[in-house]
């Protein structure tokens, strides 16, 4: 593939790759600084390795699915460039037109034409053939049918400057036109292994332009699918028989230029090639630039492959996001009591983060390695499978693995699980000492506003100023006031709307499905969100009116007591006694200022 989320592979592998490499380079550098949690980290690599196999095979979950996934694709898209452009052989340009069902002109425009690239170094080779498109052939040796052939009656010795026909069972033996007889056909490969022929078969040839009739020929050879014929059905004979059979002789449907470059850089001078025919040809014909044409559609279903795949890696890598948070809060369940009492003989909380991310890195490594390898195995186990029945519908799947996808796939496996370590490293390294140390489970935390997020952020920025434990605030309590302000916005919608609307926009722009269906998706998220908070902090203002209410209009409101004391002060007073005595619910004596400001609160 050539593009990756809308981004060229070769940029993307370059970016990917600096990433990869600044990722490693830091946790070296931090592996170095802190020497004594790097071991502390790694050594329950060797002690528990069963645990580190089912870690392993857990983790590489996601780069194999991302690898088998852009290993069909390069598969596929290599597919597609075969049926497109090497399905028409060295075949750069055709001149068609004419008149009549065969759009048949005279062969005189082939003769001009030859004489045109005699003087031409951009042309490498002219032929000329009568074409009979739609035949059904009917092997009466194999007694197998094929509709949908394509008969080439080629003029005699005008194949020999597309590289002549090849033997197919013996590459050494050439092959001519000129040597068939007149009921004679050449095969090409695709053709005989349709049909299961052999030489020396008998063929009975059909058209719906000769209804009630049918033509018996023979098979002299098989030939390859090269030079005048790709890897489409087609059927090989002297033009001088499909004259016979069309009771018109001197006249032509097609003539074949092949530039120079060979049979993919031909290509890139088919603009200049058909400049200069179309001032030799007729004004009844014309050019067509068949390659050309191949490669644009090759492109564009290469365009539509890359957008599908890109959708597949994102299943693929929001999976293994989701695998790699599970297993790293269960292995931080397993050591709680171990990471608790560490705690208490000092060790800070960036020192567990530490050590939880050097022991992920050595399983992001080899997880994304062993991931690589085994998705490459799927992706040849595929091809491998589909291969032998796809080919009988002429669509043939070939290995290819592009170096770019390889080390695409490594990169975004390994900078996706590291950050996902990262992360749940920072998560479960929150815990209180006391019940880490006793096994117990970790209380709930009350959720704080939007607001006192930012006020305390507000507080830590006034506090690093300061000397006193400047480090514990720059690197644990700023980081998780920022999680925490990071997880209201996301609660609250902001973020999904924003990051949405982004994406939504990029996607039109660029026309990129990924970025529009992941913006569309984050919409409505967003919007849930916001509605759920709205509607949650309505039903919250609703309560505390209704509290309210009841407080100041029900039989034991605040205004009772005072009401009370208007009307009969020995009756308030011998129903709040506390209020009127000279002494304290403790018994304590208390001044008249004491006194009177209770009255005023009751």
Known sequence: MTHLFGIPTDRLTTILLVATLIIIGLVALLAISNVLFFKIGIRNIPRRRTQMLLIIFALMLSTTLLSSVLATGDVITTAVQTVAVYNLGSVDETIEGGHGALGTFRDGVYYQVKDLASHDTDITAVGAALTEHDLLVADTTSRQVRSKVTALAIIPDSEQGFGGMQDDTNARRHLTIAALGVNDVYLNHTTAVLLNARAGDTLYVYSQRWPG???????????????????????????????????????????????????????????????????????????????????????????????????????????GLLLIFLIFVLLAAERRVEMGMARAIGVQRRHLVLMFLFEGTVYDLLASFFGLGLGIGLGVLLVSFLGPILVRFNFPLKLTLQPHSLVIAYCLGVIFTFFSVAISSWLVSRMTVVEAMRDLPEQGQQRISLGEVCLRLWELGRAIGRRFRWRRVLFEQIPDALVELLRSLILLGFLPLLAGYWLLQQGLEQLQIVYFSLGLTLIVLGVGLLLKAVVAQVLRVVGWLVRRFVRTKGPHSRLTPRLTARVNPTIHEAAHPTVYSRVDPCGQPWGGRARASILKLV
């Open 213 to 319: 009739q049918r033509y018996q020929m023979h098979v002299a050879a098989i030939v390859g699918d090269s030079g005048l014929v790709g890897e489409l059905p087609f059927l090989l004979s002297n033009i001088q028989t499909f004259h016979n059979i069309e009771h018109n002789n001197d006249f032509i449907s097609q003539i074949f230029v092949s530039n120079r470059g060979g049979v993919t850089n031909g290509v890139n001078l088919s603009d200049r090639v058909t400049q200069s025919l179309n001032s030799w040809i007729p004004g009844d014909v014309h050019v067509i630039q068949v390659k050309q044409q191949g490669v644009q559609n090759s492109q564009k279903a290469e365009d539509i492959f890359s957008r599908v795949f890109a959708l597949f890696s994102l299943f693929a890598l929001a999976i």
